[in-house]
């Protein structure tokens, strides 16, 4: 049985939990726990609040607390608010702890007698009027790598690289604003030059780590690793350095170190021995992060370990940062959403669901967007798995007295539908050894989507009827599909599960055992709708909203609506049908170099071959909405006369903004199509179109259209 011990980046407990936590580090850790829990592996999965440095310690001053206080009232509101969210920690743990001060000063030894450990004197920024030392995050100034402003005195947020509060340019004490003076010191130091060659042949020969990542820190390794000064000043909160009266170890030392001391304090109440995962080549180690952390993990702490005669990480999964409706998250712009905050409005999977779709294994930055957080849970987990489930087990209760009916010879179509029932957790199973977690949930939906494919092609409503083997048949292997999908979709959804299972009258399977959790002849109970479809009004209610009040710029009702338009040549380069609409096309359109997806009711009107490398004009501020499934992000106009539809043509190049001769405009960011309705353009007598008693133009070229009548409306 293969043992695997999983950590996710310790939350400072300097603060509340936010989306961006969740989508990073907490949720697909969790995912991949609950995975190999139902795989039957020897997991463990480990986390700790990080309790210590000059921020905790200056803010539980202002506070009037001790250090201790402070760090506890966080640690318990992250144990709320991960257990809300389904975060399901075998240990949750301290960095301020016994177990953790002995670790450390366990690790601190074993570098000293390997050798890698050195004093040093150094020059330190103090601050004259503060009387003290400065720590990193207590000195500003500019990056000495790249020049980037308003930077902290240990790590680059703008270039990603390391340096000590010394080497800013133009410092400032970001206590109380006065240019600090240097003084010398003598500090501990890690030889982590001495690691280059052993770091490198570990990013080269470790398979599991994310390419581009060992791309982006190979570079480090290429300029010099320097040494790392591993000792803080008092007053500090942390741990003193053994046998030093007032120096600490470096917060980014001890809080690496926490996810062994976890370890070791589950192992305690476990009983089970720590070093089965720490020191044994036969397990599994995994830390998820965010990709701020990255040369810590990257290169700090396998030295450490290398040090310290511990086992390397065999994986880090590194993900992106999370943006809210495309903005950095703001408190001013209301795009910072705590998550207890979002789980006083909804349910834990809806978030859980919804972040597993947007969040590749990668470092690519992902977006929150309330739109489509409402569009994605309603679609895929009401309308596709909630309503599949519902007709199903509902059918059965109604029909069969809730009894599993026992299927008949099949055909054709069955058998191919068993087969994809008995594949699943294998497929998935392979996308989650890989931690493609993002790719696993895809997997799944697109399974659910082929059940209701096949539920309704084989229209039991009417087979039950006329053909009742038929019918029996069909609803033993939709059920059967429905106990598959209650296990593999166990680690992204648990809440929702667990009530699926009590239909099916189970207590859960193990991932293996998934394809057999429902037979024939099983009792289930009647079936109640698994989800509660987000409606518009949780979503923009004025006072409650992020998306409406905050990120929406308000469009006011005065003037024409043509004002508030952003309107640009696009350049057709792909069409297809539309997949769940006859009269649909999705067009693929270039901007100049952006590329859009864009739903047109144009069909009748125009051949795909009519419409390639044709350049028309768009709407591209218009609200993207998901038009039969498929969202549309921009809107094609056209010219309606009644009788026929024409494109509205423009001779300029893709992206360029289209205008009315005269008229002045002041596109708003989020444009509404109600509002678009409102709007006065019509076809002339010379096929151009007139807005406010003005030609429409691009790059001084008349727009114009074809084949229909003066006056027709644009639409």
């Known amino acids: 049985m293969a043992k695997i011990l999983v950590t996710a980046a310790l939350p400072y407990a300097n603060g509340p939990l936010h989306l961006g936590h969740l989508a990073s580090t907490y949720l697909p850790s969790d995912i991949f726990s609950r995975y190999h829990r139902l795989k039957g592996n020897d997991i463990v ?63 601190f030894e074993c570098a000293n ?83 280059e060659k052993r770091l490198k042949e570990y990013l080269e020969t470790n398979k599991n780590l994310q390419k581009s990542v060992k791309n982006y820190v190979s570079g480090w390794l290429k300029g010099g690793l320097k040494d790392w000064d591993i000792t803080r000043n008092g007053p500090y909160f942390g741990f003193k350095i053994p046998g030093e009266e007032d120096k600490y170890y470096y917060v980014w030392l001890d809080a690496p170190i926490g996810y062994v001391s976890s370890t070791v304090k589950w192992a305690e109440g476990a009983n089970r021995n720590w070093e089965d995962f720490w020191k044994s080549k036969d397990s599994r180690i995994v830390h998820f992060i965010g990709k701020d952390i990255i040369y810590f993990h990257y290169l700090f702490w396998p030295a450490l370990l290398m040090a310290a005669g511990f086992e390397l990480p065999s994986a880090i999964p590194t993900r992106g940062y999370l943006t809210v409706e495309s903005e950095k998250m703001s408190k001013s712009r209301g795009t910072f959403i705590l998550l207890k905050d979002y789980l006083a409005r909804f349910s834990s999977d809806y978030l859980r669901y919804y972040l597993t779709t947007s969040t590749p294994n990668s470092t690519v930055d992902v977006n929150f967007s309330w739109n489509e957080f409402q569009s ?31 299927p008949s010879v099949l055909d054709d179509a069955d058998i191919e539908f068993q087969k994809k029932i008995d594949s699943l957790p294998e497929n998935v199973a392979k996308q989650m050894e890989a931690i493609e977690i993002k790719r696993a949930l895809e997997e799944i939906m697109a399974f659910t989507h082929a059940c209701n494919k096949y539920f309704n092609e084989a229209c039991p409503w009417k087979t039950i009827q006329e053909k009742k083997e038929k019918c029996d048949t069909t609803l033993y292997i939709c059920a059967r599909a429905i106990g598959v999908l209650s296990v593999v979709l166990e680690p992204f959804i648990p809440n929702t599960t667990k009530t699926l299972q009590g239909f099916l009258g189970s207590k859960g399977a193990a991932w293996d055992d998934a394809v057999s959790i429902v037979s024939a002849g099983q009792k289930i109970s009647e079936p ?52 769940n609409a006859d009269k ?132």
Do not use: W
């Open 45 to 107: 999965f480990v986390c700790a609040s990080d309790e210590h440095g000059t921020p905790i310690q200056i803010n539980a001053e202002k506070a009037g607390i001790k250090p201790e206080e402070f760090v506890k009232k966080f640690h318990e509101e992250h144990s709320e608010d991960f257990n809300a969210m389904g975060v399901s920690f075998d240990m949750f743990y301290h960095t301020h702890s016994h177990e953790n001060q002995k670790m450390s000063d366990h690790f």
């Open 528 to 579: 109640t709708p698994l989800f509660k479809k987000i409606e518009d009004s949780e979503i923009s209610e004025k006072g409650d909203s992020v998306k409406k009040d905050i990120v929406e710029p308000k469009t006011e009702d005065e003037g024409d609506p043509f004002t508030r338009m952003a309107l640009r040549t696009g350049k057709i380069i792909s069409a297809v049908e539309h997949p």
């Open 584 to 715: 649909l096309y999705v067009l693929g359109v270039d901007f100049g170099g952006e590329k859009r997806a864009i739903v047109a009711g144009i069909k009748g009107a125009y051949k795909i071959e009519e419409l390639l490398d044709k350049k028309a004009v768009f709407l591209t501020n218009i609200k993207p909405t998901k038009i039969r499934g498929i969202e549309s992000q921009g809107m094609v106009l056209v010219a309606d006369d009644g009788k026929q539809l024409s494109l509205l043509f423009s001779g300029a190049e893709p992206g360029d903004v289209v205008s009315a001769e005269g008229v002045s405009q002041n596109p708003v960011d989020v444009f509404l199509f109600e509002d678009f309705q409102k709007n006065t353009m019509s076809a002339t007598k010379d096929n151009g179109v007139n807005v406010l008693g003005a030609s429409l133009v691009c790059a001084g070229k008349k727009v114009y259209v074809e084949n229909v009548s003066c006056g027709a409306k644009i639409r």
């Open 113 to 195: 007698k390997a050798g890698v450990i050195f004093k040093k004197k150094v020059l330190l920024t103090y601050c004259e009027n503060c009387k003290r030392y400065l720590p990193d995050r207590y000195v500003k100034g500019e990056c000495p790598a790249c020049g980037a402003s308003d930077q902290y005195g240990d790590v680059c947020e703008a270039c990603g690289k390391t340096h000590a509060g010394n080497e800013l340019k133009n410092p400032k004490c970001a206590i109380c604003g006065k240019t600090p003076v240097k003084k010398e010191d003598e500090h501990y130091f890690f030889k982590l030059s001495l690691y």
């Open 376 to 406: 994605k849970c309603n679609s895929d987990l009401s309308d596709a798995f909630g309503n599949f489930v519902h007709r199903t087990l509902a059918f059965i209760s109604a029909r069969y007295g809730g009894v599993v009916p026992k």
